[in-house]
Structure formats: structure tokens, C-alpha cells
């Protein structure tokens, strides 16, 4: 029983309008989902991803009235975004200054191409040359971005933990993640897991950085982090693994859109174990996904109560 990979990494916003214009007309992601936190209904819940929302490319997004993100260790750091080629990453070096974000110059770590950069309330970003690897993206033909560089999904994700002794045995012994390698940023020690078969859509990179604080949770951090299980056996599987362990865990979640299962690694990073399927279409055309706000069924009685609370991101508020 293995993990496929990145499902989706779910960060925090103060600004949604303008979280909103930077990941679709900058990013030139397709908002996929326009709907609401179903444990607090007062904030939108927005993916961003491909065409479809194929799982493995949604960044998604909690619309919180928080102050920006105390930055530290027992947290998800950055999270990377996968290209293909050396050329798309100077389109998107260009971009990103034309856009006015600052970046960082091409470098290589981990052995691949990566271009570091920020979003407008500080959410790390990297840019990464997957070579290729990792399930093709469905192309979002109205996006600003060309077809050959858009986006193609998550991975890897970096997660900063003050030693490895009590993280690691949950991702080997628990989630049967294998450890790779390592590489050094600084005078810290980058040590990579791998998913499955690995490959940049699978791999966790877990930062060694004892000399930091613990971090808070604000605008431009990390919620938690999803990995891909293909189907509902599996993710059956998975709770009675996590029980079977005496892991504390949410129990199994339907989210209408994927079956969700929680829980936290012993420093209090908050991971979660979702499906594939159904999908994002499963109450949407796919040709219209993310044009209006869409509840799942329990929520659907207190639409008009809902979305009157919403703040209207490009004119469309139900």
C-alpha cells in the first residue's frame, strides 16, 4: 500500500481578491472549485490547478483574516511548483518580473533547475524543471500562460523540522515513504523521501533547521499537506493502518470532491491522506468549473445565509 504522491497543499489567504488575480492571471492557474471551508463556512475554499483539477496540481486556499505567518520550524516552507524545461523557466523569470514579483536567479538544487520567488503575502514558491516526470497536466486552453509552460503540478514540498528523529518513522515506518538522499542549503541538511516510485510529484524534503522558532500559522503559510491515495479501498485502508498504530486521526471525512483523513506527525504538522476521485465535476460542467460558488449537498440548505457572507472575487458571488 503506497502513496501515489502530492494530492494538494492547502495555505492560508487574507487578501482572497487579490489571491485570486495573482494565481489565475499571473500564475495562470484555473480556478477549479469556488467553494467554502466545510468546517468553517464563513471563508471560501479556492483550487487552483489544471483544466480539470487532476489531482497532484491544486494549491488551494483558506480565506482567513489573519496576520502574515511567523515563519519557523514544525511547518510546511515552501512549496514547489513543476515546469518542464529549461525554457520555461526563463518565461517565467521574465514573468514573474514584468509582473513585478520578485524572484530569485535560476539555480540548481537537488540536482534540478529551480527559480524561488513569492507570492503577494509571502507564500514560498519555487519553480522547478521536472524533466518531464510525473502524470501530464490538462491544459487550460484560456489561461495567460502558454500551453508549454503552464504549470504542470505540485512537488516537491519542503517541510522545516528541527531534527529527523521523530518525523522520520512516521513517513517510512508509517506512510512506507523510502528515504533517497540528502543535500545542504547553507549550513542546514535537506533530506529527500520519496513516495511510490519517487519522482518530483512524490517526494517530501524535510529541512533540518533546529536554529529556528516554531512557526504560526498566518497569511502566506501552510495549512497542511495532501498525499494521493487512488481509491476508496486504499483510503479505508489507511484509517485502520493509522488506528491499527495509535495514531490519532480526524477519521474519514467525505469532502464530496475526495475522501479526506487527517492527522498530525509528532512535531504538529498537519498532513492529510485524500482520493483521486470523484473529482471536481462530480456537481459542475467541467467546461464552467470554479464560475460560481458550489456547496456539497449537507451545505446546500444555507446557500443564501453562505454566500452573503462572501466577498465577491471578480463580480460572481453565487
Keep these: ?8 497543499v492547502t495555505a492560508v489567504t487574507a487578501n482572497v481578491r487579490e489571491n485570486f488575480r495573482f494565481y489565475t492571471q499571473v500564475m495562470g492557474m484555473r480556478l477549479v472549485k469556488r467553494s467554502v471551508n466545510q468546517d468553517d463556512v464563513s471563508a471560501y475554499h479556492l483550487f487552483y490547478a489544471d483544466a480539470v483539477g487532476s489531482p497532484g496540481t491544486d494549491l488551494t486556499f483558506f480565506d482567513w483574516a489573519m496576520p502574515r505567518e511567523k515563519r519557523g520550524t514544525n511547518s510546511i516552507a515552501r512549496t514547489c511548483l513543476r515546469v518542464q524545461g529549461r525554457a520555461a523557466l526563463d518565461f517565467w523569470a521574465q514573468r514573474l518580473a514584468s509582473q513585478g514579483v520578485e524572484g530569485s536567479e535560476v539555480i540548481e538544487r537537488d540536482g534540478r533547475l529551480t527559480l524561488d520567488f513569492e507570492d503577494p503575502e509571502g507564500q514560498r514558491l519555487s519553480l522547478i524543471d ?12 484560456r489561461s495567460p500562460v502558454p500551453a508549454e509552460f503552464q504549470v504542470r503540478g505540485l512537488g516537491p514540498i519542503v517541510l522545516s523540522v528541527p531534527d529527523l528523529r521523530r518525523t522520520e518513522p512516521v513517513l517510512t515506518r508509517v506512510l512506507n515513504m523510502n528515504r533517497a538522499r540528502e543535500y545542504h ?6 533530506h529527500v523521501f520519496e513516495m511510490g516510485a519517487g519522482g518530483p510529484h ?3 524534503h524535510l529541512a533540518v533547521e533546529p536554529e529556528l522558532p516554531r512557526a504560526q500559522l498566518g497569511a502566506g503559510g501552510v495549512h497542511h499537506l ?3 491515495t ?3 479501498d486504499e483510503y479505508h485502508a489507511w484509517f485502520e493502518r493509522l488506528s491499527s498504530l495509535g495514531i490519532p486521526s480526524s477519521g474519514e471525512i467525505d469532502r464530496h470532491y475526495f475522501r ?8 504538529g504538522i498537519l498532513f492529510e491522506i485524500a482520493t483521486d476521485g470523484p473529482g471536481f465535476a462530480v456537481d459542475e460542467d467541467a467546461a464552467t468549473l470554479g464560475e460560481r460558488v458550489v456547496l456539497p449537498p449537507f451545505l446546500e440548505a444555507r446557500r443564501a445565509q453562505i454566500v452573503t457572507n462572501l466577498e465577491p472575487l471578480d463580480g460572481v458571488r453565487a
Excluded at 500500500?1 to 494538494?8: A, K, R, S, Y
Excluded at 542549503?185 to 535537506?190: D, K
Design 260 to 267: 479526506s483523513l487527517y492527522f498530525r506527525e509528532p512535531t
Design 230 to 232: 487512488p481509491n476508496d
Design 185 to 190: 542549503t547553507g549550513e542546514n541538511t535537506v
Design 1 to 8: 500500500m503506497n502513496l501515489l504522491g502530492i494530492h494538494h
Design 202 to 204: 512524490a517526494e517530501l
Design 226 to 228: 495532501a498525499l494521493r
Design 130 to 141: 521536472d524533466g518531464g516526470a510525473g502524470d501530464a497536466p490538462k491544459i487550460w486552453e
